[in-house]
């Protein structure tokens, strides 16, 4: 038995925060909003997919943003992206620590740790 692949990533959020989210991670980062069943869209968040990049937002009542553990996604224009972050007020926070790869960090609005890598 092997682990063979991911199948999403789930990070939280705050309760009533969706367009938040989707103006992040649609309309800044280019992911498609996809609706979530209808048992768990009772629930709040929001689910964001292209191919096999899924990431899933869940509300959690007790929110505290993950500032350590995130998730690290590849870009294909890195320094494009960078800019239209900075111009929509996000954090962008180059790292240059042994990876031959650039790559920097930012927070989704929630303060969620984000890594963002040239690819």
């Given at each position: 038995m092997t682990l063979r692949t991911l199948?999403?990533?789930?990070?939280?959020?705050?309760r009533g925060r969706e367009t938040e989210a989707r103006a992040f991670y649609s309309a800044l980062l280019?992911?498609?909003?996809?609706?979530?069943?209808?048992?768990?869209?009772?629930?709040?968040g929001a689910w964001f997919e292209r191919g096999?990049?899924?990431?899933?937002?869940?509300?959690?009542?007790?929110?505290?943003?993950?500032?350590?553990a995130h998730p690290a996604f590849v870009v294909d224009d890195l320094a494009a992206l960078a800019e239209r972050l900075k111009a929509a007020?996000?954090?962008?926070?180059?790292d240059?620590?042994?990876?031959?790869r650039p790559r920097f960090?930012?927070?989704d609005p929630f303060g969620n740790r984000i890594e963002l890598i040239g690819g």
């Amino acid at each position: 038995m092997t682990l063979r692949t991911l199948d999403h990533i789930q990070l939280a959020m705050p309760r009533g925060r969706e367009t938040e989210a989707r103006a992040f991670y649609s309309a800044l980062l280019g992911l498609p909003e996809v609706a979530k069943p209808p048992e768990l869209a009772k629930r709040g968040g929001a689910w964001f997919e292209r191919g096999a990049l899924r990431v899933h937002l869940g509300v959690e009542e007790d929110f505290r943003p993950a500032r350590k553990a995130h998730p690290a996604f590849v870009v294909d224009d890195l320094a494009a992206l960078a800019e239209r972050l900075k111009a929509a007020g996000y954090p962008v926070t180059p790292d240059d620590q042994g990876d031959p790869r650039p790559r920097f960090f930012t927070a989704d609005p929630f303060g969620n740790r984000i890594e963002l890598i040239g690819g």
